[in-house]
């Protein structure tokens, strides 16, 4: 089982909709979260950190519940530039542990 | 302009000839981090630096080597290329500590190894 485990995906979805994405960590000594963004052949950008309280940032919001070792990432009123990977980061101890990442294509 | 750069971007090369992906940062971050990425698999970790002098193998370090005697520079070093290490390879910076999952990374350098 892997450390750092998010849907596969792919997500399609239509201009406007709301979609969330899961991932879940097997490691309970895990310190910090991340969500990171890559675009097709493109170098991964951090989208945004997660904080326990939960977090937002315009139309994405990032959940941590580390009784259930699970983050989510909500995105509100999807928009064709939101199209991209999105990969849940965890950090253990200083080693930062990817997970393989989900796929969101919106479509007009 | 905040950055972290990569070279070359590209390479194909033939098995057994050694090679350097160079990697500098003008961000003055102590944390440095090579991956690479394949289809499947996502992002692995071949090595990572957590300051000058200091460096250690992350999950996949066989078949790479790297130094780090001054703190902008990481490279990574392939001494003798087999088919398998071809990939997309990416660096990546950060200040480190708490901020080390805030990480920055260059553009990728995609090699293929013949």
């Known amino acids: 089982r892997k450390e750092v485990e998010q849907d596969p995906g792919p997500f399609n979805v239509p201009e406007g909709?709301?979609?969330?994405?899961?991932?879940t960590y097997s490691n309970s000594a895990s310190q910090s979260f991340f969500w990171y963004r890559q675009d097709c052949r493109k170098e991964p950008k951090l989208l945004m950190s997660v904080y326990s309280s939960g977090n937002e940032d315009g139309r994405f919001t990032a959940q941590l519940n580390r009784a259930s070792q699970y983050?989510?990432?909500?995105?509100?009123?999807?928009?064709?530039?939101?199209?991209?990977?999105y990969l849940c980061?965890?950090?253990?101890?200083?080693k930062l542990i990817f997970g393989q990442g989900t796929e969101l294509s919106v479509k007009p | 302009e905040a950055q972290v750069t990569?070279?070359?971007?590209y390479l194909i090369t033939v098995t057994g000839k050694k090679l350097t992906v160079t990697c500098s940062q003008n961000m003055n971050h102590e944390y440095m981090s090579w991956y690479r990425q394949d289809p499947g698999l996502g992002l692995r970790q071949i090595y990572y630096s957590m300051n000058v002098e200091v460096t250690d193998k992350g999950d996949v370090p066989e078949g790479y080597k790297v130094s780090r005697k001054e703190k902008r520079n990481f490279p990574l070093i392939l001494e003798s290329p087999s088919p398998n290490q071809t990939s997309l390879y990416f660096c990546a910076s950060s200040f480190g500590g708490r901020d080390t999952g805030e990480l920055f990374f260059g553009e990728g350098s995609r090699l293929t190894v013949l």
């Open chain 1, 71 to 85: 983050i989510s990432l909500l995105i509100r009123d999807s928009k064709l530039s939101d199209s991209a990977t």
């Open chain 1, 89 to 94: 980061v965890v950090n253990r101890g200083g």
């Open chain 1, 17 to 23: 909709a709301t979609v969330a994405f899961n991932c």
């Open chain 2, 6 to 9: 990569q070279n070359p971007r």
